[in-house]
């Protein structure tokens, strides 16, 4: 299996900061789970050893085995054993066009209003005050995560993800950065559905474009208005993805 790593960037620094005095392997277990659904950690990634992820974590080694025993059993890490062994992210850890549909659809229009309302403020904040510390090198580096047309959709969802992540990671603050880890698990491939639409994927990039001058320039108003237009833009796409989903299930029963 081919081995990746990118445990240098301060997303990868938020994942395996510390966890402080409660060391249980459900909280490990839920960071990595968050990681690996958010797109920190990409499919074929290998993670740490267990002394260094216990290391890294401040926990235990067995606390991390029992840990990495539940990713297994949820299908998102696979282990082998020999040279050029360890633990790798699994392929297929995020959902398909199928469940990420049901998924949708399984939420009421009333949840995918709250954690929609959730996702934009947090986002155009961190839009905000990354373009206020951010230097001109982090800005311009965020230009290198923009997927270009022709690359498939898997690959859309991922740079996206990695995009609001490296600017969640330039807030400097590692707990905002874990936030944003956390929602992007529980929310963000859903916000991701309408990137299956080439006109989408067009939109999108033209407004991550504008966010990143913004950022570039320091500009933070602009940062937070273009965030807060396109994240919009997108949810509403979503909405009514889901009201079509709804349909579609009322016709069906």
């Known amino acids: 299996m081919t081995e990746v790593r990118r445990h240098g960037s301060r997303a990868r620094g938020a ?16 960071r990595l789970t968050e ?46 054993r020999g040279r050029g062994g360890g633990t790798f992210v699994a392929a297929g850890a995020a959902a398909d066009e199928e469940a990420l549909a049901q998924r949708l659809g399984a939420m009421s229009r ?18 905000e005050v990354a373009a206020e510390r951010a230097d001109a090198g982090e800005a311009h580096a965020l230009r290198g995560l923009l997927p270009s047309e022709a690359q498939e959709v898997g690959a859309w969802r991922h740079a996206d ?27 963000g491939m859903i916000v991701r559905i309408p990137l299956s639409d080439p006109d989408v994927r067009a939109r999108t990039r033209t407004g991550h474009e504008r966010l990143i001058d913004a950022v570039e320039a320091g500009d933070a108003d602009a940062a937070r208005r273009c965030a807060r237009t396109h994240l919009q833009e997108t949810l509403d796409r979503v909405a009514r993805t ?12």
Not at 15 to 30: K, M, N, S, T
Not at 38 to 62: D, I, N, Q, Y
Request: net charge negative; proline share 3%.
């Open 35 to 80: 990681a690996i659904r958010s797109g920190v950690l990409v499919e074929g990634e290998r993670l740490p050893s267990e002394p260094e992820l216990a290391a890294m974590l401040g926990v235990a080694v067995v606390t991390v085995r029992e840990a990495l025993i539940g990713l297994r059993a949820q299908g998102l890490v696979t282990t082998s």
């Open 161 to 187: 993800a990695e995009l609001w992540l490296s600017i969640a990671a330039l807030t400097q603050s590692s707990r905002i950065t874990r936030e944003v880890v956390r929602l992007e698990a529980d929310f």
């Open 242 to 253: 889901q009201a079509e989903v709804h349909d579609r299930n009322r016709s069906a029963s």
């Open 15 to 30: 994942i395996f900061a510390p966890l402080g005095d409660v060391g249980r392997a459900g909280q490990v277990e839920q």
């Open 110 to 127: 009333a949840e995918l209003q709250d954690r929609a309302t959730q996702y934009v403020l947090v986002l155009a904040g961190c839009a």
